[in-house]
Every structure is written in structure tokens, then in C-alpha cells.
């Protein structure tokens, strides 16, 4: 007897009631949750919950390039690595980078490479390592929201940042936020994501079938839902920034928090030569 339990597509993913399967409305995002600055190894992170996924991002750099030959005098390089564990899928995945993350790892790279400051790190390497711990469709994009995250925590400069949703098509209606199940079972499946900077596509991608008229609805609906993840990723940044802001204020008494900066230099010097003339 047979202890796997096969992946079971569903016939109908919309139900008499016009819901999905998950309960959510045509053109409802599952329910997203984006944390900053969770590994305190690399030097910078992100985490991100998206339905069924949960991402982790981590970046290294910029650091010294190996192999040296890979290193540019001009500017630095970027290396993205998209990796799903064993577990992340219920069909145990093979531990090897397969065609499929290295495919990912390359869209994620170019989607982001471009809104970099990378011309002042020369001869230098930022790695973004991201890990999905939990797959249910859409983690390209996913991976792409909280990549983008980790880096700003690293301090990495860059021009804005980069937002990524898929529409489909299910049931011959036009979904936004695929799962799992309506990515696979689905008619089509339009991942996109946004460079905020200067409004421009950083990633489009296609498969399946749909008319025009429907590409236009799926495109109207993916800007409408941009809009709120990017407010989830501020949001994010802005707690972080925060936290980090507030640590330092416990930490370290002396941070100036005036305008007057020299002045307030200037009497702390006093204070610490008034305080070494007493001991
Ligand atoms: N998936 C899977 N096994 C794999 C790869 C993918 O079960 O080896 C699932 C996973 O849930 C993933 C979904 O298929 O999120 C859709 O994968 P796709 O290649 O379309 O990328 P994604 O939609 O995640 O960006």
C-alpha cells in the first residue's frame, strides 16, 4: 500500500458563489506579512508570508568578488539565489538547483539589478541568497517583494523599490494573487512586477492562454494591487528603521537628534573634558 498521497488538482476553481477556492474574491489578495531585519548574521534581511509561501531573503556585500575574474572594475555585480527546500512543496523536491530556480534566480536579478547603485561598489559582489521555506504559487514574485527589502536593509543604494504580483485565469475569469492550486490548475499565468523609481515593467512574464481584452483587465488589476503591497513593504522598511532608530537611542545616549549638530558636539566635548578633570 501506497503511503503518498497524490497532488489532486480541483476540478472547479470558482465556486456558485463567484469565490475562490481560499474564499477570496475574484480580485483579492491572499493576506500578505513582511518583517525587516530578521537574520542577524547577514547584513541585511527580510521575511516574507505571503498566503501559503514563507520566503526568507539575506544579503551579503558588498564583498569581495570569487572567483576574482567574475569581479568588474567599473561597477559591482549582483548575484540572486532562489532556492526552495525539500519540504517547501508537498512532493519531496530534489536538494539540487534545478533549470526552474535558476530560471527564477535570473528574473529576480534582472528585475532588481537595474534599480541598484551598483557603479559604486567596483570589484564587488551583493549576493542575495532567498530561501522559500513554504511554496504556494507566486513565489517568483514573492521572492522579488522581500529580495528587494533585504537589500535596502543592507543599506544597499538604490533608486526605489520593486513591487511583483501574478493575475491568471481560472474558471475563464480573470483572478489576481494565484495559489497554488490556480497557478497549476489555472488557464494562464501573468507574473509582473513594477520599478516604482520610473513606473516601468521589471518583470513580465506569460503562460497560458488569454484574449487581449483580457490582458488589459489582468495589467488594470495587477497596478491596483502593486499599489497595496508596495504600501506593506514601506510599511516594513518604516518599522525597521524604527526599531533600529530606538535600539540606538537605549544603546548609545550621546546620538544627536538636533539640527544643531555642531553645538551639540561641541557641549558634549565640554562634558566629557569637564568629566575627565574630576576623576
Ligand atoms: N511547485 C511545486 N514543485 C516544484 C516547483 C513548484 O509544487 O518543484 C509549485 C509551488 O507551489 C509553486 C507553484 O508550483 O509556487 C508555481 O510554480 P511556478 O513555476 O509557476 O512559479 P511561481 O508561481 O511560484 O513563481
Redesign the pocket.
Known amino acids: 500500500m501506497s503511503l503518498l498521497i497524490k497532488d489532486e488538482s480541483p476540478e472547479k476553481l470558482i465556486g456558485e458563489d463567484g469565490k475562490r477556492l481560499d474564499g477570496r474574491d475574484l480580485n483579492e489578495l491572499r493576506s500578505i506579512k513582511m518583517e525587516v531585519g530578521v537574520i542577524p548574521n547577514a547584513d541585511g534581511s527580510a521575511y516574507i508570508e505571503w498566503g501559503g509561501n514563507k520566503i526568507y531573503a539575506a544579503v551579503y556585500g558588498p564583498r569581495e568578488v570569487h572567483p576574482r575574474h567574475d569581479a568588474r572594475p567599473d561597477r559591482g555585480i549582483l548575484r540572486t539565489f532562489y532556492r526552495?527546500t525539500t519540504f517547501s512543496?508537498?512532493?519531496r523536491?530534489r536538494p539540487a538547483p534545478g533549470r526552474?530556480e535558476k530560471e527564477?534566480s535570473m528574473v529576480i536579478k534582472n528585475a532588481i539589478e537595474p534599480v541598484l547603485f551598483l557603479e559604486l561598489y567596483p570589484d564587488s559582489v551583493v549576493e542575495v541568497f532567498i530561501e522559500v521555506i513554504s511554496?504556494?504559487?507566486?513565489?517568483?514574485?514573492a521572492c522579488t517583494a522581500v529580495a528587494i527589502l533585504a537589500l535596502a536593509d543592507a543599506g544597499i543604494p538604490m533608486k526605489g523599490l520593486i513591487t511583483a504580483v501574478?493575475a491568471g485565469k481560472v474558471d475563464g475569469k480573470i483572478i489576481i494573487d494565484c495559489s497554488?492550486d490556480e497557478?497549476?490548475s489555472g488557464e494562464a499565468?501573468l507574473?509582473c512586477a513594477i520599478s516604482w523609481y520610473n513606473n516601468q515593467i521589471a518583470l513580465l512574464q506569460f503562460d497560458g492562454i488569454m484574449d487581449l481584452k483580457e490582458f488589459d483587465k489582468s495589467i488594470d488589476q495587477i497596478l491596483e494591487a502593486l499599489e497595496k503591497i508596495r504600501k506593506l513593504q514601506e510599511e516594513a522598511l518604516k518599522k525597521r528603521y524604527i526599531d533600529v532608530r530606538d535600539h540606538l537611542k537605549n544603546y548609545n545616549p550621546k546620538v544627536v537628534t538636533t539640527n544643531n549638530i555642531e553645538e551639540k558636539i561641541d557641549s558634549n566635548n565640554q562634558k566629557n573634558q569637564n568629566g575627565g578633570d574630576q576623576t
Do not use: F, L, N, Q
Open positions: 526552495m512543496v508537498s512532493e523536491k526552474r527564477i511554496a504556494d504559487g507566486g513565489t517568483r514574485c501574478a497554488g497557478d497549476k499565468d507574473p
